[in-house]
């Protein structure tokens, strides 16, 4: 743990269209570790002398894969998801890029910025439930989490967890039956997160990082609901 050090592109730099974080993790030796590219100009920026090794995806949604496909043009890294996230960011409906103008438009954007259908190639390495593998010494854990959508996984790098929309601090989780499953989500997401350490950090996909032990009370509420 001690040769690593991450730094979230969400504390430095948000994308102003998409409001999505992306995080990059560094190593000692100049590789690192992207999770959920959203703009390239960052990317490219902040992993300046160092070598895209892997990059993680946590869902399929457009906001949090928006880069994948320029970033696949220019390194060779690894693209690790879920089976069902490989599979529904191959499909602009799917992975709501087809839509996401209707959506920029609620959040109150430029109502002329264009959002073109967008999809991606298959990811470099899959998985239905859970994977593992290490990283420069360390575990990495990719859980796969559905609720907030279908391919929905959690990506946990020792006592850090990257949720992507699977919790956040400022609002519940968006759990629509169109996207996801608040059925999934208390049968699946509640209990894990639960039986995590509650010092845990998490690194959501919008807003701050912040203490699990900060949303216990509110994951509760959904178990017992």
């Given at each position: ?117 967008y999809h991606c190639e298959p990811a470099d ?101």
């Open positions: 743990r001690d040769r690593l050090r991450s730094r979230g592109l969400g504390d430095v730099y948000k994308r102003q269209i998409l409001e999505s974080n992306c995080y990059v993790i560094y190593a000692e030796d100049h590789k690192c570790f992207v999770i959920d590219p959203n703009n390239m100009d960052a990317i490219i920026e902040y992993t300046k002398g160092y070598e895209i090794e892997y990059i993680g995806l946590t869902h399929e949604h457009y906001d949090h894969i928006a880069a994948l496909n320029a970033l696949r043009k220019i390194t060779d890294a690894k693209v690790i998801c879920s089976q069902v996230c490989s599979e529904r960011m191959q499909d602009a409906d799917k992975n709501l890029s087809s839509i996401f103008k209707v959506q920029l438009h609620f959040m109150g954007k430029d109502p002329n910025i264009v959002v073109e259908p390495i899959t998985y239905t439930e859970s994977f593992a593998m290490e990283w420069e010494g360390i575990p990495v854990w990719f859980f796969r989490a559905p609720g907030h959508s279908p391919g929905s996984a959690m990506i946990v790098f020792d006592d850090v967890i990257f949720v992507g929309d699977s919790l956040s601090l400022d609002h519940d989780v968006i759990i629509r039956k169109r996207y996801g499953s608040k059925e999934d989500y208390k049968k699946i997401v509640v209990p894990f997160l639960l039986a995590q350490p509650q010092e845990s950090m998490i690194y959501p996909g919008h807003g701050k990082n912040f203490r699990l032990s900060q949303r216990i009370t509110y994951l509760k509420s959904i178990k017992n609901g």
